[in-house]
């Protein structure tokens, strides 16, 4: 059973920082996608960033380019999300997914998703 965890998120003043982690468990990814993705209240779930798990190449969401950072350990099978110079319109809820295609082209193409973990920033 293949099960992504995520935790790190919170409540943060603008300019401040967090970091995401998503434990991954039940296969192996060495041939995924893993990415996330982010929901605002109202809005659709929107891609934030991925990387190729093999390659460990990213592709960032313009909205993030330059403040957020994504990166894996093997070792651990945990994926994360370093966010920096937050913003109030980053608030939503976060959330880990996995794929065989990169998730850079959408929803459609996680095959797994964790639960999601909140993330507030207040202005």
């Known amino acids: 059973q293949v099960q992504l965890v995520e935790s790190g998120g919170g409540l943060v003043q603008a300019g401040g920082s967090l970091r995401l982690s998503c434990a991954a468990s039940g296969r192996t990814f060495s041939s995924y996608f893993m990415g996330w993705f982010r929901q605002a209240p109202g809005k659709e779930r929107d891609f934030v960033a991925d990387?190729?798990?093999?390659?460990?190449?990213?592709y960032y969401a313009d909205s993030v380019k330059g403040r957020f950072t994504i990166s894996r350990d093997s070792a651990k099978n945990s994926v994360y999300l370093q966010m920096n110079s937050l913003k109030p319109e980053d608030t939503a809820v976060y959330y880990c997914a996995a794929g065989a295609g990169a998730l850079r082209y959408g929803r459609s193409y996680a095959d797994y998703w964790g639960h999601g973990t909140q993330v507030t920033v207040s202005s």
């Open positions: 990387i190729s798990w093999s390659r460990g190449t990213t």
